[in-house]
């Protein structure tokens, strides 16, 4: 049945289901979209995939701050002082001149008040760490934007299964409302024989029940169909059903080997970049662990005023400086460091190919289930046929009095669920036409 897909829709879709009321009709018409436009839509306001982007931005945003220790930096300061004291030394009364020399003003030693500021220019020459800390936050941003692609992806394919379980839940729907003509027809036809005399009561009462019993399916079919509407208007971040128009299946073509679709999607799946991503990312920390052993050289230059004159007489000046550091122990911290980025490059190295093995896998198995849900689909449509030849069949000798109304309610089942059958084996081909597409990084 139908109802068995919805396992295997993701946990958003699971979710936006759960909160809507079983049975319940929509509060209001569905919108309808083509899937194309519902695919664009969804990349515009899904909430799930604003999300992803904003996770991709914050990492993008460390590698700003990782590249700032390699970029010069510029400060002003100011300060306003009021001393307890103030302490002036007059040189000139210590020292005896020859006539017609000016004695040196006051040298103040200590102001009783003083206004001051300083520009201070620092350039970064060489820091060796903060080069390959900037390498390994390039790393982390292409992997976080690689992992938003593959949220993207994912979502889109989530829609597209999604949409074209609405269209087999619609067919469901259309089966079911024929279901209930066949019944209600049965039933007129059974009471018109129960008055000629040639049925007994047994047969009208029991078109009767299987009338009453397709009109309780038609009412889950419904309820399910605004489900599946509800759950779409969700991924597209609406508090409204929507309906999304799919396009008719074409037949497919044939797949090309295993071997060459898992190379197809070791190429373009961006799970696997973004695990690469965060390989580079973890070499470049250990890179930088070792870089910390070496020395870092900056230099700086300031220039100073103040309201009071400095001891050199001046009221302002300026300064530059050339500083070298390096650490030569500092309680082993570097070296924690690196076995740290060490470990992490082995984590890192070890999920990659976890997650390439994975996709291998993934890609085969939804090869498979292509060629099944294929197979399964010629079967269902094989069987639909029988079974309405049969339903026919079963109608005419009814009213030619050979078969009883047991063997057209029997026929009739049979018919409706061959319905079924067709449209779930129509939703199973193209949902796993969109997991192939999605295992091979190719998108809706």
């Known amino acids: 049945m139908l109802l068995s897909l919805f396992v295997n829709l ?30 664009a839509e969804l990349d515009r306001q899904s909430p799930s995939l604003a999300q992803s982007r904003a996770r991709a931005d ?54 009783l008040h003083s206004v001051s500021g300083a520009v201070t220019l620092r350039v970064p020459l060489l820091v060796p760490s903060a080069w390959f800390d900037l390498e390994a936050a390039r790393g982390g941003a292409r992997s976080a934007a690689a992992q938003a692609e593959a949220s993207r992806r994912a979502l889109r394919a989530s829609l597209a299964a999604t949409a074209f379980l609405g269209a087999a839940a619609e067919e469901a ?10 019944a209600a027809a049965l039933a007129e036809s059974a009471d018109r024989k129960v008055k000629a005399g040639t049925a007994a009561p047994l047969d009208a009462l029991r078109a009767r029940t299987e009338q009453v ?17 509800l759950a779409l208007g969700a991924l597209l ?8 128009t799919v ?25 696997l970049a973004a695990a690469a991503a965060q390989v580079e990312g ?77 996709v291998g896998q993934e890609v ?26 049969a339903a026919g069949t079963a109608q005419r000798t009814y009213e030619a009095g050979v078969a009883s109304s047991l063997d057209v309610v029997d026929a009739d089942d049979r018919l409706y669920a061959a319905d079924i059958g067709l449209a779930d084996a129509r939703a199973r081909l193209a949902s796993a036409r969109v997991a192939l597409d999605r295992a091979l990084g190719r998108g809706p």
């Open 282 to 358: 973890a070499e470049a920390q250990v890179r930088s662990a070792w870089a910390r052993l070496a020395p870092q050289l900056s230099a700086s230059g300031s220039a100073f005023a103040a309201d009071v004159p400095y001891p050199t007489g001046a009221k302002d000046g300026w300064r530059a400086t050339l500083d070298l550091t390096w650490p030569l122990y500092d309680g082993g911290l570097r070296y924690g460091k690196r076995r740290e980025a060490e470990a992490r490059v082995a984590g890192a190295r070890a999920g990659a190919e976890a997650q390439r093995i994975a």
């Open 173 to 182: 729907v259309t089966a079911t409302e024929q279901a209930v003509r066949n």
């Open 58 to 111: 914050e990492a993008s945003s460390l590698v700003r701050q990782a590249a700032a220790p390699l970029l010069p930096g510029l400060t002003a300061t100011g300060s306003a002082t009021r001393n307890s004291d103030e302490a002036r030394i007059n040189i000139g009364k210590l020292l005896t001149l020859p006539p017609g020399v000016a004695a040196p003003p006051p040298v103040t030693i200590q102001p």
């Open 247 to 271: 396009p008719d299946e074409a037949p497919a073509a044939a797949p090309a080997g295993e071997e060459a679709l898992v190379a197809e999607a070791l190429d373009h799946r961006p799970e």
């Open 10 to 39: 993701p946990l958003l879709l699971a979710a936006a289901l759960a909160a809507s009321p079983a049975g319940a009709s929509p509060a209001a018409p569905p919108s309808e979209l083509p899937l194309p436009d519902a695919l």
């Open 213 to 229: 019993k397709r009109e309780g399916d038609l009412v889950r079919a419904r309820a399910d169909l605004d489900k599946v509407r």
């Open 364 to 389: 085969r198995d939804a090869a498979r289930d292509v060629a099944v849900a294929a197979e399964r689909l010629r079967l269902a449509g094989e069987q639909r046929r029988l079974a309405a030849e």
């Open 237 to 244: 971040g609406r508090e409204t059903p929507v309906r999304v």
